[in-house]
């Protein structure tokens, strides 16, 4: 049997990993904390360390009696995080107290198809193997941009993903790597990594917008991702925004990603730049031919009035379906992130200002909304710690 | 000390009680489910009949060896569910299995305050004791036409409610019936009676609708009302459906209710008979002076075109905001409740069309859109099992 197919035996065993995953500690804290009896609990940590799960680590200061031994989880535990995007690969590795030890970040073509994508990310980890970050992984989670049957772990009808229906990305992953592996989409592992690190750390009950090419929202209840019947809970991108919008993709008119996704941006930059309205854009434009993103944010950094304009529309649409799901969900938190995130305070500035203005007050009494501090962790984070839950619970 | 105020002892107990809610059934069937020792299943339900929650009921038939005797809840056991709207009392008695044994319905005015409409409920449920539905009740729950806060048993800022703010009702009816009360607003505890008895007894996620004189959702995750951080999770009622739409009494414009509330159908059912649009809406004015939703719905019962088309345009904007929601949460079913749900199959019809149509197709592939069985009984019923939950959990 392989080393790192071992799981705890039971569910006392389990908690005690999850809470040593927070940090090493004292069996007299751990006893603090659990409903074990003295003998039992001892037990449980004398066989995690048999396993191979867990480790002894010194002594702790007293606490007025005997010294009490500490344990930690085993220091050569290893999870991988793997966030695949439309345009780029992101891998890290952590330990067993989902510390970061190495991150690497490559641009990718989610078109090219699984086979070429998922060969892609085996490269990239085995880079972080190759810099000596592990030898052997206890788990991989992965996060696609599109709907994913978690419990089945492949993709459905993935929109802008040609060729991975229903591709089985978790059993090919965990063969590869020999380890359990486990796939969710993109915005409910970056939803986890916010809740685990994050600044939604001590709140049960938050969203996560994701903006950038797609729109989503990971939804948390009481510290646990909601995914919905079929998983598709928090598919907002083509929420009505109304009834006379541009045509969207996906055939209806009017949805939140036609006015305000990255590419409906890039492309309304293009027609004010050629409306001489924005001579920062004008001249990106021919410079390089195409507009972006990012582009929008240098112009808007500088001052430029058409780029702050095209900021504040995007904002507007976005804050008048926030406002709503506000209402709907009352949560205690709200996170911005992703790419068109990184248009930064003006964004933020409107989709504050529209949700505070249409959501019940009660609702937004109390509602903080932030931009990620996180960036591109919060999804190989929130990927390694999800295979983590996986691991640590009991068989 | 009270009989009415003994609860479990711990949690083995809670969960025992909990199960013989669902019906009595032998020792045998009770070891199947729980995950007690029999020595220790059989010393907790002695217990059970000790304290006098439960009763020995006969023996069961064999399953082979000795008989297994039958326990059942203390048949004397009696829950009160109160639901109070904008304009009428329900209140009914049930047994601890939640059989409704009884229910009266009364016109009331919300508007007259705490002390005259929780006084109309008391008398109201002093009839039902009067009846000789019991003797002293076990739990009594109170369903509110507005925000409630859950943790202390208070209204708060109710919109429609004035002189209620922060009234301690949960605390004022415990007093009154000598047994434990809770307070919740009347959306929860329909959604609660839908779980527990209607079309949504086996669906874990699901959204009730209830579109009466205000609009609000009762969303329900994992089998539990889900209320959100402050509480007010649900309040749909002033989500925007279009910038330019009439002035709500919030104070913003093109909110849900001010276009499908009840009183907004009422409004346009009487420019429409001005119109000539409505022969028979004219003459019902004529008679009357005033229109209702009621003869919105007879007028539409007899094809009277200028009312289906109202209930459309109503259905409409239920379905622009209902199809945000549904892609949001992907529930598993969405029932309609409510007075205006009472326009009937047009309106489902308009509703359904429009969520079917927007909605993302993984979130409506198996998602039912279906009118409320339980009609005036979900309310009370979900009271009921509310006040059941607090009293059937461990002290």
Known sequence: MKRTTIRPENHHQARLLRLLRDGGRSRAELGDVVDLSRSKLNL?????VELGLAELDGLAASRGGRRSSRVRLSSDTRFAGVDIGATSIDAAVTNGEMEVLGHLSERCDIRKGPAAVLGQAVELVGKLQHDGLFTQLNGV???????????????VVPPIMPGWDRYPVRDAMSREFGCPAMVDNDVNIMALGESHSGLARSVDDFLLLKLGTGIGCGIVVGGAVYRGVSGSAGDIGHIRVDDYGPVCACGNSGCLEAYSGGPA??????????????????????EAGVLTGEDVGAAAAQGDPGAIGLIRDAGRRIGQVLASLVSFFNPGLVIIAGG??????VLLAEIRSVVYRRSLPLATGNLPIVLSELGDTAGVLGAARLVSDHVYSAT
């Open 141 to 155: 989670g992965v996060g696609l941009p599109g709907p994913v049957s978690f419990a089945e772990g492949v993709p």
């Open 44 to 48: 449980e940590l004398d066989r995690l």
């Open 265 to 286: 941006i890039a492309r309304e930059a293009v027609a004010v730049a050629r409306a001489g309205e924005s001579p920062y854009l004008a001249e990106r434009l021919a």
């Open 340 to 345: 068109v995130a990184r248009l930064g305070h």
